[in-house]
């Protein structure tokens, strides 16, 4: 674009790409200084205390679209940036943050402390996006271990931050916890309170549909005044050689899952008000298979879940576990509605 025809009140393009990579280089020098969980934070002289509840923001989720997950321990040298290029992947969930410390730090699960630093500014930069999920297989949500009045609040901000994530992402696993699930719901209503802040939930997907103690755990977060804007449903894919029909069976407990959320999210008096219907239930859905092997997904199937996702709106495709043939890879990272 030449000078004349650039708007008034823009960068020129030199400035503009200075200005790109000294935020990729702060961003790189926050996600460094994350704690690792080895010593424990200076007590807070004056601990944060909890807002009333209040309707929290509501935030746009970005394009629909398929997000890649990072197993941070499994693959440390990931080169996010780098993937990105080679992909067309613009989105990535990077697990996991565990309960270190005192146990209102936080680390990432496995050795290396900052696995993922040196591609995440590039990544940044050239406009894609990243957000931390917390909890998982290998390690406790914060929530279960941080009773501090305002210590939890204080640990999901500092790594939201370090990041420099417009989301976060919580593996729940302590869905039968009453105490951790009150936390983490006023630790997500106070941030909400403060910035938009897009929050989902992966979820166990079973053949009908979500655990009672899940659903109950959704109506105490919203409740409590914290907005869930997506509920991430992590389906082990039955291997090959089972009766056939696996998909049908998929797409059968992804439909009893959304008719629960629908009468989860139902309008109440108590919680916020701009819950969906029926609907736009869908909307706040996304799918993530979890392959135990390779070979447990084709491109035959692997275009049917794109255009399933596609179909019914859901908001992302994702995948899990071991990574399918690289025709297959191409077909999901394509998804988009």
Do not use: N
């Amino acid at each position: 674009m030449s000078r004349k025809a650039r708007e008034s009140g823009t960068l020129p393009r030199p400035l503009a790409v200075l200005a790109a990579l000294v935020l990729a280089g702060a961003t790189c020098l926050a996600i460094r200084m994350l704690p690792a969980g080895a010593s424990p934070a200076p007590p807070s002289a004056a601990p944060a205390r909890f807002a009333p509840p209040r309707p929290p923001v509501a935030v746009r989720e970005p394009p629909r679209s398929f997000v890649g997950f990072v197993d941070t321990v499994r693959e440390p040298e990931f080169d996010l940036a780098a993937e990105s290029r080679g992909s067309g992947v613009r989105r990535y969930a990077l697990g996991h943050l565990v309960a270190g410390g005192d146990g209102c730090l936080v680390r990432w699960d496995g050795p290396g402390g900052d696995p993922v630093a040196a591609g995440l500014g590039r990544l940044l930069a050239a406009g894609g996006d990243a957000f931390p999920v917390f909890g998982g297989p290998g390690g406790q949500d914060p929530a279960a271990t941080c009773t501090r009045p305002g210590g939890l609040a204080t640990a999901y901000r500092r790594a939201v931050g370090a990041l420099g994530a417009a989301a976060a992402g919580f593996e729940i696993r302590d869905a039968a916890d009453p105490a951790a699930v009150l936390r983490r719901a006023r630790a997500l209503r106070a941030l909400q309170g403060e910035r938009p802040l897009r929050v989902s939930f992966t979820l166990r997907l079973k053949p009908d549909g979500l655990d009672a103690a899940d659903l109950a755990m959704l109506r105490t977060t919203r409740r409590e005044g914290a907005r869930v804007d997506t509920v991430e449903l992590l389906a082990e894919m039955e291997p090959r050689g089972g009766p056939e029909g696996r998909l049908r069976r998929l797409g059968s407990a992804v439909r009893a899952a959304a008719g629960q959320l629908a009468r989860a999210y139902a309008p109440s008096a108590k919680g916020p008000a701009d819950e969906p219907a029926d609907e736009q239930v869908w909307e706040r859905l996304a799918l993530t298979p979890v392959l135990s092997r390779a070979g447990d997904l084709d491109e035959t199937e692997a275009r049917k879940l794109s255009d399933y996702a596609v179909r019914h709106g859901l908001a992302w495709l994702s995948l899990r576990g071991k990574p399918p043939k690289p025709d297959v890879s191409r077909i999901l990272w394509l998804t988009h509605s």
